[in-house]
């Protein structure tokens, strides 16, 4: 379960696009960068995650002063069972890693975590809900909680379409097509005409369009459907490869995605090579 | 050392399901290979195999301590090998089905499958997911336990390995309640706690075991536990520990 949606006994202070609001306008964001940037190059494994914390609730910041409670940056891999935290009470982090500890998903968070005990807190800037009331901390309660970031670290630069294999199905009607989403590929089985038309949109620059605002967004979208609800690719190679593509639009899949926002996820995904295409060859 | 390609791992999948009750790529892996058009790709891994000393027993009483031989057998001379490159499938899979094949057929044997041919040879050959890697897989299982055993500065290898191998239910507690169990400083201490309790002679069991797992959890969704010193984080468990494995008072009828 997501913090953001998890009952604590004491208020926690969250990012401003959180939907919680346990603080009226007070916030905990943090900005993050990786250098070198490319996570997935495989020439030098050691890379510096840069953290920048930003709490803009004093009685909090008085906290890390006074050395009662810390920021920590959680740096998390399930695929090689890796949780490490880093503590610092700046509020700014450098911090090495080493790519060999992780594969697949690495998911970054950052919180502000009591280190001794806190017998009373209260802020001027906490829901009406709390007015009057203070609370206690022990050591290890989260006192903010920051968004999730998630990278994907790989092996091999793969790319998505490299996954994607057309095969001729016999049990299809001709004009008919199914996607299929496995761990290490992405089967798409057509029928007779379909195929013979998709060989040949592929063939031609100028048709290739076409394909990219049709099966292809097909193909994203089933993708996208798939990994938000099937634990079987977890990890997989098809999840990694479309967390990479995420990233490179700056997409998060909310935790119950619809259909309309995965949709709308497909249709940038393919929009350059789609939309974008045919626009400039019409000079629309 | 050449390793199955990715696309040949997908061939052996794909053969299987087609394939159920057909046992060709544990008997004739040779053959298989020409059979299913299986490609080798070159990586980068140079692993000591010739070394590497598997243990496998017929007898149940000598199970766990061939265990503990073997993850320390693979974990020590496969120590090149980081937890990312411990994740990649291709390798794992061609140990399995070539140079640590004769272990995997002695201890996984078919004979003695409760699922099907293709489900037990998945299952013990192939990763299909992380679960998969960590406690079935043939090898990588050994690897990741020895590492396990071995990333807890604070506890000897032998005694991680006497609570990692008193039963698979806590093996398997441990290895996917990874919130708590992948940081290594709370790893620690529930070693430490437990191997405690148990030279004291308290006996492990399932409810029990499961209990102590669960009310850790359970601190860690308000706490984050792994942030504060070995110290703090024993003091914490520990009661946790005592209050899980205190034996349970009889409830007779009629209960009040």
Redesign the interface.
């Known amino acids: 379960m997501k913090f953001k949606h998890?009952a604590?006994?004491y208020p926690v202070l969250t990012s401003a696009n959180s939907g919680r609001d346990d603080y009226v306008s007070s916030s905990y964001e943090y900005d993050f960068s990786v250098e070198p940037e490319d996570i997935s190059e495989v020439e030098s494994?050691k890379r510096s995650l840069k953290v920048i914390h930003r709490c803009t609730c004093e009685e909090v910041l008085q906290l890390i002063s006074k050395k009662k409670a810390?920021y920590?940056t959680l740096v998390?891999c399930?695929?090689?069972?890796?949780?490490r935290?880093f503590?610092t009470f700046n509020d700014e982090q450098i911090i090495p890693i080493?790519?060999?500890?992780?594969?697949?998903r690495l998911e970054i968070s950052t919180?502000i975590?009591a280190?001794s005990n806190i017998d009373i807190f209260s802020s001027h800037d906490l829901n009406l809900e709390f007015s009057g009331c203070t609370f206690s901390f022990?050591?290890?309660?989260?006192l903010a909680i920051g968004d999730e970031i998630q990278l994907s670290?790989d092996?091999n630069k793969i790319s998505f379409e490299s996954l994607i294999t057309i095969d001729l199905s016999d049990d299809l009607e001709d004009d008919e097509y199914l996607i299929k989403v496995?761990?290490?590929?992405i089967q798409v089985l057509m029928g007779k005409r379909i195929r013979t038309l998709f060989a040949q949109l592929e063939s031609d620059k100028k048709t290739e369009p076409y394909l990219f605002m049709s099966i292809l967004k097909d193909i994203y979208l089933h993708v996208l459907q798939a990994i938000s609800s099937d634990?079987?690719l977890?990890?997989?190679?098809v999840e990694r490869t479309i967390i990479k593509q995420m990233n490179k639009f700056d997409i998060q899949i909310s935790d119950e995605p619809n259909l309309d926002e995965l949709n709308g996820y497909a249709q940038r995904f393919v929009s350059k090579r789609g939309v974008e295409a045919l626009s400039a060859r019409f000079e629309l | 050392m050449k390793i199955l390609s990715?696309?040949s791992?997908?061939k052996i999948e794909n053969f299987l399901d087609e394939n159920p009750e057909d046992t060709v790529l544990v008997d004739d892996f040779s053959y298989a290979v020409e059979l299913l058009g299986l490609r080798f790709i070159d990586s980068e891994y140079e692993l000591p195999i010739e070394n590497v000393n598997l243990i496998s027993s017929e007898k149940d009483e000598n199970l766990l301590k061939n265990e503990q031989h073997n993850c320390q057998s693979i974990y020590s001379n496969f120590s090149s090998l980081?937890?990312?490159?411990?994740?990649?499938e291709r390798l794992w899979s061609t140990l399995c089905f070539m140079q640590l094949s004769s272990y995997v057929k002695k201890r996984w044997p078919l004979s003695k499958r409760k699922s099907s041919k293709a489900g037990h040879i998945k299952n013990h050959y192939l990763i299909?997911?992380?679960r998969n890697m960590?406690r079935d897989n043939a090898i990588s299982r050994l690897w990741?336990l020895g590492r396990?055993a071995n990333i807890c500065k604070g506890v000897e290898p032998d005694a991680a390995y006497d609570i990692l191998l008193v039963n698979s239910d806590l093996r398997n507690n441990l290895?996917e309640r990874?919130?708590t169990?992948?940081?290594e400083n709370v790893l620690e201490e529930i070693f430490k706690i437990m191997k405690e309790g148990f030279d004291k002679g308290i006996e492990w069991n399932r409810p029990s075991s499961r209990e102590f797992l669960k009310s850790i959890n359970f601190v860690f969704?308000?706490?984050?536990?792994?942030?504060?010193d070995q110290e703090?984080i024993g003091n914490?468990l520990r009661p946790l520990f005592d209050k899980a494995f205190k034996p349970k008072e009889k409830r007779l009828w009629p209960f009040k």
């Open positions: 998890k604590f006994p494994k810390c920590v998390k399930k695929k090689t069972i890796s949780n935290i503590k080493d790519l060999g500890d992780y594969f697949g919180q975590i280190t022990s050591p290890g309660d989260r670290c092996f496995k761990a290490y590929s634990e079987e977890k990890d997989s190679i | 990715l696309d791992l997908e980081t937890p990312a490159d411990a994740t990649d299909k997911n992380n960590l990741w396990l290895l990874t919130g169990s992948s940081n969704g308000k706490s984050n536990l792994a942030v504060l703090s914490i």
